[in-house]
């Protein structure tokens, strides 16, 4: 079946723009992971999602930084004015429901700010 | 002190040898212990989870598990040059419903 989707694959904006990244989790899937990996680092939890609620927001760096769920399925995450530091591939993760075992990740968005 | 620990630096094996990774975590409260595999360029892929102390096989791969000393190896047995990748430490705190990753550690197989 498919997979976790995201887009767009790769995202480059100027300084100060707000970007808007996309994913669809595995259907079925009711729990839905943000993650940050900039460049040979590990991956830095954001936020996640059970059903559209979202109980865990510690991850956010910012009040940039924003994320929401709709229909149980697609999740965006929005950065408002866009910095330097905020470059980095964006991972999203979906699992059958929160605490199952398995995170299953999509392809990443790459965002590089200019 | 981070959440995950992977210290070691870079990793080369000649193609046929055993790699062997090690992970330390912190919080003593950790539950289920994940290795991830990352190609270059690519997303994460699970590889392996553990839950209890001791061994755990899958093929070419074991997890190793030691609460009391908190920490997780992954062996990688046989090593071709295809395992040649970042492998991710992972550790689920926070009643499970979050992911703390470890830095990686690079695995260059020689052939």
């Known amino acids: 079946g498919a997979g976790v989707s995201q887009s767009p694959s790769n995202k480059v904006t100027e300084k100060g723009k707000d970007v808007e990244l996309r994913c669809d989790p595995i259907?079925?899937?009711?729990?839905l992971y943000w993650y940050r990996q900039r460049l040979g680092q590990g991956l830095e939890f954001l936020i996640y999602f059970q059903g559209n609620s979202a109980p865990d927001k510690s991850g956010l760096p910012s009040d940039r930084f924003s994320a929401e769920r709709t229909g149980e399925s697609v999740s965006t995450l929005t950065i408002q004015r866009t910095q330097q530091e905020d470059s980095a591939v964006y991972l999203c993760a979906s699992s059958p429901r929160a605490g199952a075992d398995t995170q299953y990740f999509g392809p990443g968005t790459r965002l590089t700010v200019l | 002190q981070k959440e995950v620990e992977q210290n070691s630096g870079p990793l080369s094996v000649p193609e046929g040898a055993i790699a062997s990774l090690n992970c330390t975590y912190s919080d003593r409260g950790s539950q289920s212990f994940f290795w991830y595999r990352q190609y270059s360029g690519k997303s994460p892929e699970l590889i392996m989870f553990i839950y209890s102390n001791g061994d755990k096989e899958d093929g070419r791969f074991t997890a190793q598990l030691n609460k009391a000393s908190q920490y997780v190896s992954l062996l990688i047995r046989d090593s071709q040059p295809s395992d040649s990748a970042t492998y991710l430490c992972a550790v689920s705190s926070h009643g499970n419903n979050r992911l703390a990753f470890g830095k990686g550690n690079q695995v260059v197989v020689i052939p």
């Open positions: 259907s079925g899937h009711t729990a």
